[in-house]
C-alpha cells in the first residue's frame, strides 16, 4: 500500500513538473516566433510605405484625382488655346492696321509741307496745346477709373509724352525763326496711333510668347498626369503583392500574440497549481474481498447452463427417435389395427451389457456431482 501511494505521488510531481516545463519551454518558443514575425511585419510596413511614398501620384486611390486633374489641365489648355488664336487674331488686325498707317506717306508729304509752311509757328503750338490739354485730361480721367497698367492709361500716357515732345519741338522752331517745318495735329496723331500699334503687337508678342511657354508647361503637366493613370494597373497589380503579404504577416503576428498570451496564462496557472493536475481520489487500502472472479455468479450459470443444455439434448433426442414404443402409437400414426404383439427377445450378454451400461452411467453420473459438490465448496471456501 504504501509502494503503492509513493508511485501515485512520484508520478504526480513528475507531471507537474513535466507540465511546468513545457508551458515554460512553449513560451519561450512562442516569445522567439513572435518577435520574428513582429521584425518581419517591421519590415514590410517599411516596404510598403516606401512604396507608398514613392509612387504615391500613382496608385490606385489616386486615380480619380488624376482622371480630374486631367479634365482641369485639358480645359485650362483649351481656354489657353482659344486666348492664343484670339491673341492671334488681334495681332494680325494689329499688324494690318499699322501696315495701313505706315503706307500713307503722311511724313514728308507735299501738300502737308506746303500747308504747313503758310501755317504760323504760333498756330501750330496753339493746337498742339489745345490737344495736349485735352490729351492730359483723358489721363486723368482713366487713372481715376483704371490701374497704372491698364493698356488705356498706358497709351493716353504716351499720347501725352508725345504731344509734349511735338509742342518742345514746336516751340524749338518757332525760336529757331521758322527754319524746321512743324508737324500738324493730324500728324502727330497719326504718329501717335503708329506708336500704339506697335506697342500693343510689342504687348501681344510678349503675351503669345508666354501663353506658349504656358501650354507647353500644362502639355507637361498633362503628359505627367496621363503617366500616372497609365501606370494605375501596374501599380495596382505590385501594390496587391505587397498589401496580401502584409495582410498575411498580420494575420500571423496576431494569431502568435494570442497565443503568447494564451502560453503566459498557462504557465501562471501551472506555477500557481491551478490548472488541471493529477490527484489521488481514492488513496490505497487493503482489499476487503476479491473483486473478481464472481465465483457464485459463475456457479449459477453454469447450473442454468447445465440444465438448460440436458434439457436441449432430451427435447433433441425425442425428435430424432421416430420408433414405436407402444401399440396405442401405432395405431394413432398408422390407423390400423394391431393384431399381435412381439415381445423383445433379451439374451444374457445383452442384459450383462445393459447392466454394465447403467453402473457405468450412474458412477459417471455420481462423479459428476461430486466434482460439482467439490466446486461449489471450494468457491465458497476461498
Not at 292 to 309: H, Q, T, V
Amino acid at each position: 500500500m504504501q509502494v503503492t501511494d509513493r508511485l501515485a505521488r512520484t508520478a504526480i510531481e513528475a507531471n507537474v513538473r513535466d507540465r511546468e516545463v513545457l508551458t515554460q519551454e512553449t513560451s519561450s518558443f512562442l516569445g522567439s516566433q513572435l518577435e520574428d514575425a513582429r521584425s518581419r511585419l517591421v519590415e514590410q510596413e517599411k516596404r510598403l510605405e516606401a512604396y507608398r511614398l514613392r509612387y504615391g501620384n500613382e496608385l490606385p486611390n489616386q486615380l480619380q484625382s488624376n482622371m480630374q486633374a486631367m479634365q482641369n489641365v485639358q480645359l485650362q489648355i483649351q481656354s489657353l488655346n482659344d486666348s492664343l488664336n484670339r491673341d492671334r487674331d488681334r495681332r494680325m488686325l494689329v499688324a494690318r492696321q499699322l501696315a495701313d498707317l505706315q503706307s500713307e506717306q503722311f511724313i514728308g508729304d507735299p501738300a502737308a509741307s506746303a500747308a504747313g509752311s503758310t501755317t504760323a509757328p504760333a498756330a501750330t503750338n496753339v493746337a498742339i496745346g489745345a490737344e495736349l490739354e485735352k490729351a492730359i485730361a483723358d489721363l486723368r480721367a482713366l487713372e481715376v477709373r483704371l490701374t497704372p497698367e491698364h493698356p488705356d492709361v498706358i497709351r493716353a500716357k504716351h499720347l501725352v509724352a508725345d504731344l509734349e515732345d511735338a509742342r518742345k519741338e514746336a516751340d524749338a522752331d518757332a525760336r529757331g525763326g521758322g527754319r524746321r517745318q512743324p508737324l500738324t495735329a493730324t500728324e502727330i496723331a497719326k504718329r501717335n496711333r503708329v506708336k500704339e500699334l506697335q506697342a500693343e503687337i510689342e504687348s501681344l508678342d510678349r503675351q503669345i510668347a508666354q501663353k506658349l511657354t504656358d501650354e507647353r508647361a500644362l502639355q507637361t503637366s498633362l503628359q505627367g498626369y496621363r503617366g500616372r493613370v497609365e501606370a494605375v494597373p501596374t501599380r495596382e497589380s505590385e501594390l496587391a503583392s505587397l498589401t496580401r503579404d502584409y495582410d498575411t504577416l498580420q494575420t500571423q503576428y496576431r494569431t502568435l500574440l494570442t497565443k503568447k498570451e494564451d502560453s503566459k496564462v498557462a504557465e501562471e496557472l501551472e506555477r500557481r497549481k491551478v490548472g488541471a493536475q493529477f490527484k489521488i481520489v481514492d488513496p490505497p487500502r487493503l482489499p476487503e474481498k476479491p473483486y473478481r472472479p464472481n465465483r457464485l455468479l459463475i456457479d449459477l450459470l453454469g447450473a442454468a447452463g447445465g440444465l438448460a443444455l440436458g434439457l436441449t439434448l432430451t427435447v433433441l433426442l425425442e425428435l430424432i427417435d421416430r420408433s414405436f414404443k407402444t401399440a396405442t402409437e401405432v395405431g394413432l400414426v398408422l390407423s390400423m389395427p394391431v393384431i399381435g404383439l412381439i415381445p423383445m427377445v433379451i439374451t444374457r450378454a445383452e442384459r450383462r451389457h445393459a447392466r454394465w451400461r447403467h453402473l457405468a452411467f450412474s458412477v459417471g453420473l455420481a462423479a459428476m456431482c461430486a466434482a460439482c459438490l467439490t466446486v461449489v465448496w471450494l468457491t465458497f471456501r476461498i
